[in-house]
């Protein structure tokens, strides 16, 4: 059973249906890509006993769950107290991206490196808060804000105005909270380990492109684009951030009575000091999971069981293929802000590349945009060149009149590839 909606679930999905381990495949509420590679079934995710019912009902022997809001709520716990294996963390180890104040501050007790910060519960508290810290600033929502909750204030003025907003409602409950952080410099990139809890293994790594303008100009979106691997992040640094970031984390889960099972998923600054942690995920990006399942090549479904089952250390070591995948999210006009839903679309004539579902429905028989992101057009090449050229053939096959891309996903290699 795969829990989720979205494009990193489609990627799940037809990664999961490759697997001679998995013979039936069901979804949760899924999406019309989804339903080409699973059975659809509608349940209610936040009711945990009719989850359980339909798994012992349907013999499911494993549970994926795609996106961070059902570990957070704790699906993971239940299921797991109904003997039911399940990929992803329970509720008190999901707060690793449940609460970004929660992960700092293991961070500091763990001393793993990562941004100086002060965390503060209250709007008078933020802004005094302010003077620790010089421009610009990195005003952060606590809670879980779809990937939203992180703003950039180049001035006093601006992120006095991001305390207000945040503390005034403006991210829902996430904005309960606050963690005003150290602006970091560097390039980041995302890193990714396997963990049953006890013994961790290496994931792949990927780019992401959060920004909705090309040239990385905008508000931060959920990410418009990723390609994976990471070619900055060289093999000496992951080995550094492994051994100084995620091994330590695992660790200190598990001697505090949260162990971790799952992925995690490491958002990195690469500083001049070495890699710093700017924040944890608790299940795979999105877009950065299309990317990632593009290249693995090996048996999701055996791994992920074998996680969920603490035998992660029987299981083949993750394989991927050498080439490059780069994807381009196509989102409806007016995202992040408004985004434009119902906007018909074509997907007939794209060719040379794979195309995930984010945000789509089907309506009378037509595919339609019914969310921000609407596809990822995922292409692999030799290169990010060629991989960027190939997945932008196949956007400009798409039709949808009422979306929009970025054009540059992926630009930093490729000026690296080109020498400028």
């Given at each position: 059973m795969l829990i989720g909606s979205g494009g990193r679930e489609h990627a799940l999905a037809w990664k999961l249906a490759q697997s001679p381990n998995c013979d039936t495949l069901f979804a949760t509420p899924g999406n019309p890509g989804i339903a080409e590679e699973a059975d659809l079934v509608a349940l209610n995710i936040s009711d945990h006993a009719a989850v359980i019912s339909f798994c012992a009902g349907h013999d499911v022997g494993l549970v994926v769950v795609g996106p961070e809001a059902p570990l957070v709520a704790g699906l993971g716990d239940s299921l797991r107290d109904a003997g039911i294996p399940v990929f992803g963390p329970n509720q008190k180890a999901a707060q690793l991206e449940g609460s970004k104040g929660f992960t700092k501050d293991i961070c500091a007790a763990a001393g793993i490196p990562t941004a100086g910060y002060f965390r503060h519960d209250s709007k008078a508290s933020a802004l005094s808060g302010l003077d620790a810290f010089q421009a610009p600033y990195v005003i952060k929502a606590d809670g879980l804000a779809a990937g939203k909750g992180v703003i950039i204030a180049e001035t006093r003025i601006d992120a006095e105005a991001a305390i207000e907003d945040m503390f005034g409602g403006?991210?829902?409950?996430?904005?309960?909270?606050?963690?005003?952080?150290?602006?970091?410099?560097?390039?980041?990139?995302?890193?990714?380990?396997?963990?049953?809890?006890?013994?961790?293994?290496?994931?792949?790594?990927?780019?992401?492109?959060?920004?909705?303008?090309?040239?990385?100009?905008?508000?931060?979106?959920?990410?418009?684009?990723?390609?994976?691997?990471?070619?900055?992040?060289?093999?000496?640094?992951?080995?550094?951030?492994?051994?100084?970031?995620?091994?330590?984390?695992?660790?200190?889960?598990?001697?505090?009575?949260?162990?971790?099972?799952?992925?995690?998923?490491?958002?990195?600054?690469?500083?001049?000091?070495?890699?710093?942690?700017?924040?944890?995920?608790?299940?795979?990006?999105?877009?950065?999971?299309?990317?990632?399942?593009?290249?693995?090549?090996?048996?999701?479904?055996?791994?992920?069981?074998?996680?969920?089952?603490?035998?992660?250390?029987?299981?083949?070591?993750?394989?991927?293929?050498?080439?490059?995948?780069?994807?381009?999210?196509?989102?409806?006009?007016?995202?992040?802000?408004?985004?434009?839903?119902?906007?018909?679309?074509?997907?007939?004539?794209?060719?040379?590349?794979?195309?995930?579902?984010?945000?789509?429905?089907?309506?009378?028989?037509?595919?339609?945009?019914?969310?921000?992101?609407?596809?990822?057009?995922?292409?692999?090449?030799?290169?990010?060149?060629?991989?960027?050229?190939?997945?932008?053939?196949?956007?400009?096959?798409?039709?949808?009149?009422?979306?929009?891309?970025?054009?540059?996903?992926?630009?930093?290699?490729?000026?690296?590839?080109?020498?400028?």
């Open positions: 403006g991210f829902g409950d996430a904005g309960a909270s606050v963690v005003i952080e150290e602006f970091m410099t560097g390039e980041e990139a995302s890193f990714f380990a396997l963990t049953d809890g006890r013994d961790v293994v290496a994931f792949g790594s990927a780019q992401d492109h959060k920004r909705v303008g090309d040239g990385d100009i905008g508000p931060n979106t959920g990410g418009m684009g990723a390609y994976s691997p990471a070619i900055v992040l060289t093999p000496a640094l992951q080995a550094e951030v492994m051994d100084c970031i995620i091994k330590p984390t695992v660790a200190y889960m598990a001697a505090h009575d949260m162990p971790y099972s799952g992925v995690l998923f490491a958002g990195l600054m690469l500083t001049d000091e070495g890699p710093k942690l700017i924040e944890y995920n608790a299940r795979f990006g999105d877009p950065e999971c299309q990317v990632l399942m593009t290249r693995f090549d090996g048996d999701l479904a055996a791994l992920m069981l074998a996680v969920a089952t603490g035998k992660l250390s029987e299981a083949a070591t993750p394989s991927f293929s050498p080439d490059t995948a780069l994807t381009v999210v196509m989102a409806a006009n007016g995202y992040p802000d408004v985004p434009q839903k119902g906007g018909a679309i074509d997907l007939a004539d794209v060719s040379g590349a794979k195309v995930f579902h984010a945000g789509t429905a089907e309506v009378d028989g037509q595919l339609v945009a019914a969310g921000g992101r609407v596809l990822n057009v995922t292409a692999t090449g030799a290169n990010v060149t060629d991989a960027q050229a190939k997945a932008y053939a196949a956007v400009d096959q798409v039709i949808f009149p009422d979306g929009f891309c970025r054009r540059d996903i992926g630009w930093r290699e490729v000026a690296r590839e080109a020498g400028t």
